[in-house]
């Protein structure tokens, strides 16, 4: 059975940062993209980051506009672990983080729309006070 396990939210102040991890129960880890989206209070879920599976070491990474440049996403296939560092937070970040696993054909590809993905962790909440 897959399962994916969040970890690190929590309340932090504008400015300040938080690391999520995900830990997945998945054979084959390293043939998942794996994504981050969230889900703020009235809001519809949206992508974060993702970031692509690799047979060679090199990986491809996707990010929303709204968190480009202070958020990061990485992986520890050797943990079964996807990361999102989060920095510069701000109240709009406010929401439950999801990750989320997909098997693409290819592992150039990252996809961006929650219906393309397999599987889901239950969240992790953010809250950020200004």
């Known amino acids: 059975q897959v399962q994916l396990v969040e970890s690190g939210g929590g309340s932090v102040q504008a400015g300040g940062s938080l690391r999520l991890s995900c830990t997945a129960s998945?054979?084959?880890?390293?043939?998942?993209?794996m994504g981050w989206f969230r889900r703020a209070p009235g809001k519809e879920r949206e992508f974060v980051a993702a970031?692509?599976?690799?047979?060679?070491?090199?990986?491809?990474?996707s990010y929303a506009s709204s968190v480009k440049g202070r958020f990061t996403i990485s992986r520890d296939n050797a943990k079964n672990t996807v990361y999102l560092q989060m920095n510069r937070l701000s109240p709009e970040d406010t929401a439950v983080y999801y990750c989320?696993?997909?098997?693409?054909?290819?592992?150039?590809?990252?996809?961006?729309?929650?219906?393309?993905?397999?599987?889901w962790g239950q969240g992790t909440q953010v809250t950020v006070s200004s």
């Open positions: 989320a696993a997909d098997r693409p054909p290819t592992s150039r590809e990252v996809n961006t729309h929650p219906a393309l993905y397999d599987y």
């Open positions: 998945i054979g084959s880890f390293s043939s998942y993209a």
């Open positions: 970031i692509s599976w690799s047979d060679i070491n090199v990986y491809y990474s």
